[in-house]
């Protein structure tokens, strides 16, 4: 998680947050910070889900394809470049409902300085630069995984998002 957000912080990501959501930057990173786990997390979920055959990760990048790979986080990051409808559908995707984005806007908010709505607008943005750098870290270079099934933590079973929604059942 700490890779991730310092990846946010180098390439703009924290700053394009507080742009779109009139945040200071410690807000937007407060809130990040808040969010970052839930939504590894929801990615980690969605790979579990999805897991037959190895088939989970692939799985993960058919979606993020789907909704525009790098693109998302361009979007993202430099205004009016592209469409903002992937956040809003990955949340869908990794989390499962309205109701669950709610639940892990509220947990958020008991973590952060930022209240429960700040937050619900921040998930489908920070979604999609999520969404975006996996991606981008996912392509095919050098023939191995990049480290993602690492960062998104597939070999270890603790899920913080276990904290928030009930785990799913098999």
């Known amino acids: 998680m700490i890779e991730m957000l310092d ?6 990501g924290l700053a394009a947050l507080s742009r779109h959501l009139n945040l200071t930057p410690t807000q937007a990173s407060a809130g990040t910070d808040a969010l ?11 790979c579990q889900r999805h897991d037959s055959e190895g088939q989970g990760l692939p799985a993960l990048l058919k979606l993020l394809n789907l909704w525009g ?18 956040g809003p559908a990955l949340l869908e995707a990794i989390f499962g409902s309205p109701e669950a984005i709610v639940s892990v806007a509220s947990a958020a ?10 937050l619900r607008k921040m ?6 630069l999520l969404g ?11 023939g191995n995984d990049n480290g993602v099934p690492a960062l998104l933590e597939l070999e270890h079973a603790h899920n913080p998002l276990d904290e928030v929604l009930p785990p799913e059942e098999d």
């Open 109 to 118: 908010a008991e973590r952060s300085e930022l209240d429960t709505a700040q």
């Open 36 to 46: 970052l786990p839930f939504l590894l997390g929801g990615f980690k979920r969605y």
């Open 69 to 86: 790979d790098g693109e998302m986080a361009a979007a993202v990051l430099i205004p009016g470049n592209g469409s903002m409808a992937a």
């Open 7 to 12: 990846t946010l912080r180098r390439t703009g």
């Open 123 to 128: 998930l489908p943005l920070l979604a999609m």
């Open 132 to 142: 975006g750098y996996i991606s981008i870290r996912a392509a095919p270079l050098h």
